[in-house]
């Protein structure tokens, strides 16, 4: 089984950037993998990308290294199997709430008797080619969730403490909302809030996470995060990439013929 080119790297303590695509496009999935991001997560939760296109999308990235992350519409276990049975080296959950909610993701990504996931891969396991994929698939699925509402961070110890959880992304438009504190990111009760969640994934010996802008990122800004200690790094993605530099020709433009 093809080892997991993210899991790996947090596994050896390294740091891994990522991307987050929606605009559906094979190509462009490969083309952040031949860029170097470490992984990519397909965000089927605000957009609209069925099981089929985001199949196609992965095996646009299987020529890089970079790891495919499904992004679901819920933390449904129901809806795990067709993206791990179609090759996605993790699952990224969004909404949780209860550590009870986390455990039953976390083994829905796992076969008997770690987890309960049903036994039954197509492309994952090379459609039968591969003979190892039951024995060693448990060890290279990543399980993340997004910590994105003030439930979740009250109950961030257990949660974190949930042994199949991987990892986590923190979802600051939500997580605002959810405080009573839309878009104040410099609030400190918002602040606080995230150094609570950071806390206790370093008290449970997870990876910390944090985003950062993928336009007019310096060496700095990573420098910034990577002193902090965080090891899993989200920056931007097809749609606010193309956004940004669409709008500075724009404005540029404009800017020459005022």
């Given at each position: ?43 089927s939760e605000h957009a609209p ?88 698939a448990d060890n290279q699925i ?117």
């Amino acid at each position: 089984m093809k080892k997991n080119h993210m899991k790996s790297l947090l596994d050896a303590g390294k740091p891994v950037i990522g991307a987050q695509l929606r605009l559906g496009s094979p190509a462009v999935a490969e083309l952040f993998g031949c860029a170097g991001f470490d992984y990519v997560i397909f965000d089927s939760e605000h957009a609209p990308q069925t099981a089929t296109e985001i199949r196609a999308q992965i095996m646009g990235l299987s020529s890089t290294e970079a790891t495919p992350i499904v992004r679901l519409p819920k933390n449904d276990p129901d809806l795990f199997q067709i993206y791990l049975d179609m090759g996605v080296g993790g699952i990224l959950a969004p909404l949780v709430r209860t550590a009870e909610e986390v455990e039953r993701g976390g083994r829905a990504c796992r076969f008997p008797p770690r987890g309960t996931r049903g036994f039954g891969p197509d492309r994952a396991s090379r459609y039968g080619f591969d003979t190892d994929y039951f024995e060693e698939a448990d060890n290279q699925i990543l399980y993340l969730v997004i910590i994105e509402t003030a439930e979740a961070v009250e109950a961030i110890d257990d949660i974190l403490a949930v042994a199949e959880l991987d990892g986590y992304i923190i979802g600051p438009y939500d997580l605002s909302i959810s405080l009573g504190l839309p878009r104040q990111f410099d609030h400190p009760d918002y602040l606080a809030a995230v150094d609570r969640v950071h806390a206790a994934a370093r008290k449970a010996g997870k990876p910390t996470a944090t985003s950062l802008p993928a336009t007019g990122c310096t060496p700095e800004s990573f420098r910034e995060a990577l002193a902090q200690g965080h090891q899993i790094l989200l920056a931007g993605g097809d749609e606010w990439i193309l956004e940004s530099v669409t709008r500075g020709v724009v404005e540029s433009f404009a800017r020459a013929t005022g």
